[in-house]
């Protein structure tokens, strides 16, 4: 079992709707958790980064960490075709500093006009 | 530009032979890691540097892998004897020390390995 466990999808979703995207994890040693997005052939990007559990909102994006549960998800709100991309959830641990983020396979998902 | 950049972008190469990749970081940025990336899956974790030092190495990088970072400024990795399973795209990483722990890795556009 991989630490760090995320649906592949692809995820088909109409412009404008609420997109849901999430995480779990089997090491309760994270304390960062992270999201980037990866155009195809591109390096990902990072959109939000979080500590421990609660939520974060950046524009369209919401991060949410739930450290009882080990799940974590990305809300993207009035999604456009241009969110279209791979989503990639990324976790560290807070001990030892080394700090090297674990990801997650991706979540392809796909906005259509 | 003063982005994280990795050199070249595309490379084939026969089975056997070796291969070197290049990565100059973000200037200021004292921490560099490089990743491995194949199709459907997401990075995985190969090595890091602080400034020149290496300080930790994942057990997918086997003997046939060397990394550098002379005087911690752009670091290369090698992959001698390269075989089919290399093939992936291996992506660079930096990040300020000091904000190591929030995971605000900046990725270069990767290099992209194809042995055949």
């Known amino acids: 079992q991989k630490e760090v466990e995320q649906d592949p999808g692809p995820l088909s979703v109409p412009e404008g709707a609420i997109v849901s995207l999430n995480c779990t994890y089997s090491?309760?040693?994270?304390?960062?958790f992270m999201w980037y997005r990866q155009y195809s052939r591109k390096g990902p990007e990072l959109l939000m980064y979080?500590?421990?559990?609660g939520n974060k909102e950046d524009g369209r994006f919401t991060a949410q960490v739930d450290k009882s549960s080990k799940y974590i998800s990305l809300f993207i709100r009035d999604s456009q075709p241009s969110d279209s991309a791979t989503y990639l959830c990324a976790m560290t641990k807070a001990s030892g500093g080394s700090y090297i983020p674990t990801f997650g396979r991706g979540t392809s998902l796909i906005v259509h006009p | 530009d003063t982005g994280v950049s990795q050199d070249p972008r595309h490379k084939i190469t026969k089975r056997g032979q070796n291969v070197t990749f290049r990565c100059d970081p973000i200037s200021e940025h004292n921490r560099l890691y490089w990743y491995r990336q194949t199709l459907g899956q997401g990075p995985e974790f190969l090595t890091y540097?602080?400034?020149?030092?290496?300080?930790?190495k994942s057990r997918l990088l086997s003997d046939r892998f060397s990394a550098e970072r002379p005087k911690g400024s752009f670091s290369t990795l090698e992959i001698q004897r390269t075989e089919q399973g290399d093939s992936a795209m291996y992506l660079c990483?930096?990040?300020?020390?000091?904000?190591?722990?929030?995971?605000?890795?900046?990725f270069g556009e990767g290099s992209r390995l194809t042995v055949l």
């Open positions: 090491n309760s040693a994270f304390q960062y």
């Open positions: 540097f602080q400034n020149e030092a290496q300080l930790e």
């Open positions: 979080t500590y421990s559990s």
């Open positions: 990483a930096s990040i300020l020390g000091g904000r190591a722990n929030t995971g605000e890795l900046f």
